[in-house]
Every structure is written in structure tokens, then in C-alpha cells.
């Protein structure tokens, strides 16, 4: 097995092919936001990092073709507004709030009454402006990769935020109507490892996913979007999205039925690790916040 590459934590030469597709992003993204200026140099150094560190995290290639063909996907328009907003801009935040607050709290809507969606939007919008654990960037909004448009990524991030608020508020009314607390499970080792084999099956099916299929998944099965949500993020009819949801989850049965022949579970406590190891995962995983949204 190759090793996998190095960490980028720094700002790595970019080549020559990658630099016309960032600079040809930079002006489209320029006569969108006609009002606000942010260099070329700094934005191709910016942007060329950001694609290194997104291989480098998958342990994906580093040639300069496969860098090239990720420059071509991204949303320049978005990271533009994303990078002035890291840069502390208040022109670009100002921009970037008058253009995604409406969005976001419209998605809010479908999920949350229009008073939870308000408070929810406002939460965001803040959090956006905090700095992240990792110290990588000044603002949780540097994380941003324009892999997805960025009104998704908002919105995934929308989602997840109520959705714990309706958690909290769950567990907080079963503890006032005096629920008792169940009893630990038992220790079971065996159970454990046969939780671990699934997942290590799981994680090799769903590194085998097409794109558009673990985004389609994980919207589904970790986010709650309806498929008419999910057709419109990838930019598809929705039984387009109904297929790739349907053929993600088929390649993932296919990936697990071995290990199921050889470890079929012997009771319903494994299954009930195994719901929760899953979630688990989807919760871990690599697809973008919803939204992390709509084209």
C-alpha cells in the first residue's frame, strides 16, 4: 500500500495548468461581484492550497492533472465571496449575508417554524464567523472548499444546528416527565468486533461511490432531505436522485453481504450497536454539510 500524502499546511507551488483554471475562476467570480476586489495572486494561492489539502485529507492523487480537474469543479463565485469574508472584509460580509441569509432561512422553513428558522439563521451566521478548532483558518467560513455551492454548505449546517436543538429539547422533556434512565449495556467484546468489521466493510464500499452518490446518501440518510431537495442540490431530475440513492445503497449491500455470510448477526444487540455505529459514520463522513447545498 502506497502512503498516504503529506498533510498540506502550507502554501505549495501551483502549476501552471491549475493557476489558468483558478485565474479564469477569479474573473468570472470578479464580474459577479463588480463591487469587491480581492487580488489574483492571493486568490490562486489561496485556492491552489485549498485543492492540495482536500487530496491530501482523501489520500487522492496529487498529479497536476487530477488538481486541474478539481479546479474546474469548484465554485468560484462562492470561495471569491468566502475568501473576502476570511480575509475580514466587511464589504464581502456585508455581500455575503444580504446574499445567503434569504436562502438559508428558506430552507430553515421546510424544516423548522418560521420563528425556530429565524433564531436558527442567526446562530449560523455567527458560528460561520467563529474561528474553528483546527486553528487552519480565521473563520469557520475558510473551511469552505467550493466543492459544493456554498449556500448548501450553509444550509447544511442550518440543518444539522436544528435538528440538535430539537434533540436538546426532546431529551430535556423526557428527563421532566421523570423517564428512567436505561441500564448500561453489557459488555459484549464480541459484538465490538464484529461492529468494527462491518464498518471497515462500509468505509471500503463508500470510498468506491461515485461522487454524486455518497453527497446523495449522505443527505438522505444523515441530513433528512427529501429526494426533491437532493435533485436540486446535485442539479438532476429527481429520479435521477432517487437512482444514485438507490444504486449507492446497492454497491454498499453488495460491500457488507460478505461479511454478513461470515458474521450474520447472532441477535438483535448487534443490530442495535450496528444503528448506532452507522450513524455514526454517515455523522463522520466526508459528504458536505447539505446543502455542506442547492445549485
Not at 29 to 36: F, G, I, K
Amino acid at each position: 500500500m502506497e502512503p498516504a500524502p503529506p498533510a498540506v499546511t502550507s502554501p505549495l507551488p501551483v502549476p501552471a495548468d491549475v493557476r489558468h483554471e483558478i485565474e479564469r475562476g477569479w474573473r468570472q467570480a470578479q464580474r459577479a461581484h463588480a463591487n469587491l476586489a480581492l487580488p489574483l495572486d492571493d486568490f490562486i494561492a489561496d485556492i491552489g492550497t485549498l485543492i492540495a489539502r482536500s487530496r491530501a485529507r482523501l489520500s487522492l492523487p496529487m498529479d497536476d492533472a487530477a488538481l486541474c480537474a478539481d479546479a474546474k469543479r469548484l465554485h468560484f463565485e462562492d470561495l471569491y465571496l468566502a475568501r473576502l469574508c476570511e480575509r475580514g472584509d466587511e464589504r464581502g460580509w456585508t455581500a455575503f449575508v444580504e446574499r445567503y441569509e434569504p436562502d438559508l432561512r428558506s430552507v430553515l422553513r421546510r424544516h423548522c417554524d418560521a420563528s425556530e428558522a429565524e433564531s436558527v439563521t442567526a446562530e449560523v451566521l455567527s458560528e460561520v464567523a467563529l474561528a474553528p478548532p483546527s486553528g487552519q483558518a480565521r473563520t469557520r467560513l475558510g473551511t469552505y472548499d467550493g466543492t459544493g455551492p456554498l449556500w448548501a454548505w450553509l444550509a447544511t449546517i442550518g440543518v444539522r444546528t436544528a435538528r440538535g436543538r430539537w434533540r436538546r429539547r426532546r431529551e430535556v422533556a423526557l428527563e421532566q416527565v421523570g423517564d428512567t434512565p436505561a441500564e448500561p449495556e453489557q459488555s459484549r467484546p464480541e459484538l465490538d468486533d464484529q461492529v468494527v468489521v462491518f464498518l471497515e466493510a462500509l468505509r471500503a464500499g463508500w470510498a468506491q461511490l461515485e461522487r454524486n452518490e455518497r453527497l446523495a446518501l449522505g443527505w438522505k440518510h444523515r441530513d433528512g432531505l427529501a429526494q426533491r431537495a437532493i435533485a436540486k442540490l446535485l442539479g438532476v431530475s429527481e429520479p435521477t436522485a432517487s437512482r444514485l440513492v438507490t444504486r449507492g445503497v446497492a454497491k454498499l449491500q453488495g460491500s457488507l453481504a460478505a461479511v454478513a455470510q461470515k458474521t450474520g448477526p447472532p441477535d438483535a444487540a448487534l443490530w442495535t450497536r450496528l444503528e448506532k455505529a452507522l450513524s455514526g459514520f454517515l455523522e463522520s463522513s466526508d459528504t458536505p454539510p447539505p446543502l455542506e447545498m442547492e445549485s
